[in-house]
């Protein structure tokens, strides 16, 4: 029986150890910014903001030339109403075309963030897979020398077994991981438009690196104030609307009174919505700062105990092999480090994450103007 059971380890192990070379069998080699471009050329949703900036420009270029022939006819006809169409009708224009672009733009970021996101997942599951495969298999071996130093009696049953629960967990978490990244490779694959099982030979992740150090938040906020699309689209609006009661006291200055509170209102409406809008954007990089900052220190704490389980491991194999400590007590420490690294990867992948979320907060953003970030 005991026989039988090694035989079924045996066959499990050489069926897992064989599915990933299988993978990397097929097609280029994956990087981020791939992820990233081929997402953004295959987003309907970029499309469909592409084709309203487009009918925007129409628009705008409409006007502009409403415009030339308004300059033309006011060597004959010295007019307010000409000088509003001249002046002030392509400024509306034009500022309600750039916020299309940068809608734009802002659709553009959240695409890639996603892309980015689902990248990092994928990395993650693969570093967790060649970890936990490398693991897999030093246990697997070290299963096979117990067994075999039992059978000349130099082991007892319970180190055995021990053996053999320390390689089954480790094969479950091993195909757990698998799980992940093929879910992964989907995900990816749907997002850039190709077919859903398709593999890649490798993973590039040399572009992936943390910063050390991140700035303070009152730089960060100072940032978003200043390139933010709510801000720009809210102090567009106010501008616009100063402007347009301007040029209508001009116009009708007989019984004005009306309309000059009706455009003031207006204009503190508009002054209401960029203060408004620079609350929530502050408001909106804090809280991403709470989540940069813990990032960063759960960083600091997984590189020390990444290299706190580094010591103990090698200070083990010295036990182990002076015979101060058992087989499975070296196990223990074995899949301890593995961890230790598997987390510190997370905690690295998941730092560099959130350092491009805050670059992109502090520029344009990355949902829609209506929202946050």
């Known amino acids: 029986m005991k026989k039988i059971f090694s035989l079924v380890l045996l066959v499990a192990f050489i069926v897992i150890s064989t599915i990933q070379p299988a ?88 695409m890639r963030l996603s892309a980015y996101q689902s990248y990092i997942n994928l990395l993650k599951g693969d570093y967790a897979v060649k970890t936990r495969s490398e693991l897999m298999s030093s246990l697997y071996d070290d299963y096979k020398k117990i067994r075999t130093q039992q059978e000349q009696g130099m082991a007892a049953e319970s180190e055995v077994r021990l053996a053999e629960i320390a390689f ?60 933010r699309v709510e801000i720009l689209n809210a102090q567009g609006d106010l501008d616009g609307k100063k402007e347009q009661l301007i040029y209508g006291l001009v116009k009708s200055p007989i019984g004005s009174e009306f309309y000059e509170q009706e455009q003031e209102y207006e204009i503190e409406k508009a002054e209401n919505q960029l203060e408004l809008s620079k609350i929530n954007v502050q408001m909106n990089i804090t809280d991403l700062y709470t989540g940069l900052e813990a990032g960063m220190k759960n960083l600091d704490a997984m590189r020390h105990l990444a290299k706190q389980a580094e010591l103990n491991y090698n200070a083990a194999l010295v036990q182990y092999e002076n015979s101060m400590i058992t087989l499975p007590e070296l196990n223990n420490v074995r899949i301890a480090k593995a961890e230790a690294d598997i987390n510190l990867k997370n905690a690295e992948l998941d730092a560099w994450f959130m350092q491009m979320m805050m670059g992109m907060a502090c520029d344009l953003g990355f949902q829609s103007a209506n929202g946050a970030a």
């Open 23 to 110: 993978r990397a069998s097929t097609d280029a080699v994956l990087d981020i910014e791939r992820v990233a471009i081929k997402t953004v050329e295959n987003s309907q949703a970029i499309k469909l903001t592409g084709e309203y900036v487009n009918l925007m420009q129409k628009a705008y270029s409409g006007v502009k030339s409403g415009v030339d022939q308004a300059k033309w006819m006011v060597q004959f006809v010295n007019s307010y109403e000409l000088l509003e169409s001249i002046v002030l009708a392509p400024k509306l224009m034009e500022h309600e075309l750039n916020k299309t672009v940068r809608e734009q733009a802002v659709v553009t970021n959240a």
């Open 168 to 227: 089954e967990q480790a094969r479950y978490n091993y195909l757990n991981a698998q799980n992940s990244m093929d879910s992964s490779y989907m995900t990816i694959n749907q997002m850039m438009g190709e077919p859903l099982s398709k593999k890649y030979s490798a993973l590039k992740d040399n572009n992936i690196i943390p910063a050390q150090k991140i700035g303070s938040l009152e730089d960060y906020i100072a940032k978003a104030l200043t390139n």
